[in-house]
């Protein structure tokens, strides 16, 4: 089993930044890949980004890419999701996900086999 736990999260205003962090424990070969999804009030969960946990590739939504990085630190385990120039549609409860297999393309959650609690932001 894989355990994930989200933190960071919070209320910020527009044009401002927040750095979620997952870390994450368990099996190695559960979180081949790591994703950061959300979810907003009657929104279906969005897929944001993707890391590939041993070769560092990377996926971005276009609803985020620019403005959101991901990446990781393999002495803590822990994958982070820095958000810059906040936008009040970014609101949601922020999620962070693992996958044995990496997947290519725009995050599917139904890929994604161990997920964390959750972290609410809140731009506004």
């Known amino acids: 089993d894989v355990q994930l736990v989200e933190s960071g999260g919070g209320s910020v205003q527009p044009g401002g930044s927040l750095r979620l962090s997952c870390v994450i424990s368990?099996?190695?070969?559960?979180?081949?890949?790591v994703g950061w999804f959300r979810q907003a009030p009657g929104k279906e969960r969005e897929g944001v980004a993707r890391i590939a946990t041993g070769s560092g590739n990377t996926y971005y939504a276009d609803s985020v890419k620019g403005r959101f990085t991901i990446s990781q630190d393999n002495a803590k385990n822990t994958v982070y999701l820095q958000m810059n120039s906040l936008k009040p549609e970014d609101t949601a409860m922020y999620y962070c996900?693992?996958?044995?297999?990496?997947?290519?393309?725009?995050?599917?959650?139904?890929?994604?086999?161990?997920w964390g609690q959750g972290t609410q932001v809140t731009v506004s």
């Open positions: 996900a693992a996958a044995t297999a990496i997947g290519l393309g725009p995050l599917d959650p139904n890929q994604f086999d161990y």
């Open positions: 368990g099996h190695s070969r559960g979180s081949n890949c």
